[in-house]
């Protein structure tokens, strides 16, 4: 009889849990990659409704559909946007809407990944770099501009990302520049060799190709010391993000954009605006 009485609300959390529908976003961690953390809401999630060891990874069964709009590096932190049901496949919107960051860039030392992680490859002079000619020199990378993507990306060859290849020790030629914007590029603060950048910019733009880019112009080499994602969209860091601590079902519903899904081809109410 003891058994009969918990599974009602087990049962009426996960049906709960099933039926969400929209847009919400987490905080992710320097660490993990962003399917990693993906993974372990999920987990969460369905520990909390009552499933029994959950596995997030298997996705044929899978009870709960959630993915994530736009790929954050490992060592990165900050906003992840989430969706959740019919908000699935409102990620593309996110995916090319404006974001922002906070990019903490280091002079004099380049890397194989473009940040922290890597190993350095190369070493240069950086004393005679001012703050005017960082400012200078960022005024060449606002607008529409072409970017060469890292090697180490998400970006994939014949179904495999480039990052899991070379770390398998396979060739991999470089991808061709691509347009990419950028709204906004400030210089925040510069304490050499260490600068902090404010960036603004459109779907697909990678932070660790500009901040090498620029190392190259200022005749120096440079890396990405640290990274946060400050805004997606509609969702920023201060106001949007849930910590891994209020990843529960009660904390989702309160922050949860909805989509209605009540009319074929219409997910969601309306799209996250972009910033402009």
């Known amino acids: 009889m ?6 009602a ?4 959390s996960l049906s709960k849990l099933q039926s969400l529908n929209g847009l919400f976003a987490i905080y992710k961690k320097q660490g993990p990659t962003s399917a990693d953390v993906l993974n372990t809401l999920k987990e969460a999630l369905l520990k909390e409704a009552g499933v029994q060891n959950p596995n997030p990874r298997k996705r044929k069964k899978q009870s709960l559909k959630m993915g994530h709009g736009g790929t954050l590096d490992s060592a990165a932190s900050g906003v992840l946007v989430v969706g959740v049901g019919n908000g699935t496949k409102m990620l593309s919107t996110m995916l090319a809407g404006s974001k ?3 990019a903490v860039g280091e002079l004099g030392k380049a890397t194989d990944t473009l940040d922290a992680t890597g190993n350095v490859t190369l070493e240069k002079d950086f004393e005679h770099v001012s703050r005017l000619d960082i400012e200078e020199k960022l005024k060449n990378f606002v607008g529409d501009i072409m970017q060469v993507p890292p090697l180490y990306s998400a970006l994939k060859k014949d179904g495999q990302r480039l990052s899991v290849l070379l770390k398998k020790g396979h060739k991999v030629e470089a991808k061709p520049a691509r347009a990419v914007t950028v709204y906004n590029l400030t210089l925040q603060e510069f304490k050499p060799p260490v600068f902090t950048l404010d960036i603004e910019c459109g779907g697909g733009f990678y932070v660790r190709s500009l ?6 112009a200022l005749l120096s080499c440079a890396h990405v010391k640290e990274l946060i994602r400050t805004k ?3 969702f920023t860091l201060e106001e949007h993000t849930l910590h891994e601590e ?3 079902l009660e904390h989702i519903l309160r922050s949860l954009q909805p989509c209605s899904g009540s009319e074929p081809g219409q997910d969601c109410t309306k799209p996250p ?4």
Do not use: R
């Open 100 to 102: 922002k960051y906070v």
């Open 9 to 12: 609300p087990i049962t009426s």
């Open 273 to 276: 605006e972009a910033d402009t």
């Open 246 to 248: 209020h990843w529960t």
């Open 211 to 216: 901040v090498d880019d620029l190392g190259k």
């Open 232 to 234: 997606q969209g509609q």
């Open 2 to 7: 003891a058994g009969k009485g918990t599974a």
